[in-house]
């Protein structure tokens, strides 16, 4: 095998009918446009937090999507909730509601 120096992302599957995706329907019920991201990731590219920590909204949603809920509301409490990625989402997506309402579900998610 050739060394490029580097080695690919290894694959990461998620068994969706086993994961425990509560929190997203949770959040789908509490702020629909939580179901309109499309994973652009120009939230992330916006974000103050970001210029500071490894934060990032994009991720942060699929976290959530693949069951992984402690840590989504673990790196939600990186958020400055300044607004920026809610001016720069061009789905419209609520994100800083959306963080509010992950930030809240630490005391409501097992
Ligand atoms: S509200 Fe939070 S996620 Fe959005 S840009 Fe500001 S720090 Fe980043
Ligand atoms: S900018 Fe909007 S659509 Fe794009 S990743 Fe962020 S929340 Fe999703």
Redesign the pocket.
Known sequence: MIDFGFTPLVASITDLDKANVNLAKQLTEQDPSFALCISCGS??A?????QFTK???RVMCHQIRKGNAKEAIAEAS?????????L?CPRNVN??NI?SLVRKAQTTTP
Do not use: D, H, Q
């Open positions: 939230c992330s916006t974000c103050t937090a970001g934060f990032s909204f990186k958020c400055m909730l300044c607004g920026k990625c809610t720069a994100t800083r963080i």
